[in-house]
C-alpha cells in the first residue's frame, strides 16, 4: 500500500464487521481493542443487550486506561420480535450514546457489540445504525459484532468476518464458563 493510500485509509477509518454462528465474535472485537489500546488508542465498548459488569472483560477494561465497557441491556434475554419496554428503552439509550461516541474525538475506536442483534431482535432500526455510520467523524474505526448482520452493513464495510460454527462444546452438554462465554 502506498503511503498516499495508506494515510486517505487511516483519514477515513475503516468499518469492521464480525458476525455469523460461531463463538467469538465479542472475543474478536476485543482483542482489537487489546490491540488498539497497545498502541496508546482510546477504544469504547457499547454493549448492547448485555447488562452484567461481571464478565470478564468488563473487569479487565476497568484496568485499562483508555479502554471503556459501557453495557445498556438487562442482566436477562431478550425474546425475538417481543423486546419489552426496558430492552427498548435501553436500545435507545445505546444509540444516543452511539452517536455521542461516533461524532466526537474522544475515542479512536468504537465497538458496537451485538448491535447486529439488536437490530434483528427489533430492538434498534437498521436505519438509525446507518445514520450512524454516516453521521461517524472521519478517522474512527467501528466495529458491529453480533449474528446476522444484515446485507446493507456487510455492503458498507471494509471487512467482513463470518464466525462459522463448526462445534461447541454446549453441544456435550457444557454449561457457559467463566473466562470462555463470559
Known sequence: ????????????????IYTGNGKGKTT?????????????????????????????ECKAARMLPGFEIVQKGLPTFVERGNPGAEDLRLAGEAIAEARDALTSDKWDM?????????????LVPLAAVLELLDARRPGLDVVLTGRGARPELVKRADMVSEVLEIKHH???????????EY
Not at 485509509?9 to 468499518?15: A, D, N, V
Not at 468504537?110 to 427489533?122: F, K, P, S
Open 1 to 16: 500500500m502506498s503511503g498516499e493510500a495508506k494515510q486517505k485509509q487511516e483519514k477515513q477509518g475503516l468499518l469492521m
Open 28 to 56: 474478536a472485537a476485543l482483542g482489537l481493542a487489546m490491540r488498539a489500546v497497545g498502541h496508546g488508542r482510546r477504544v469504547l465498548m457499547l454493549q448492547f443487550m448485555k447488562g452484567d459488569d461481571s464478565y470478564g
Open 110 to 122: 468504537v465497538i458496537l457489540d451485538e448491535i447486529n442483534v439488536a437490530v434483528d431482535y427489533g
Open 170 to 180: 454446549y453441544q456435550k452438554g457444557v454449561p457457559a464458563r467463566e473466562g470462555i
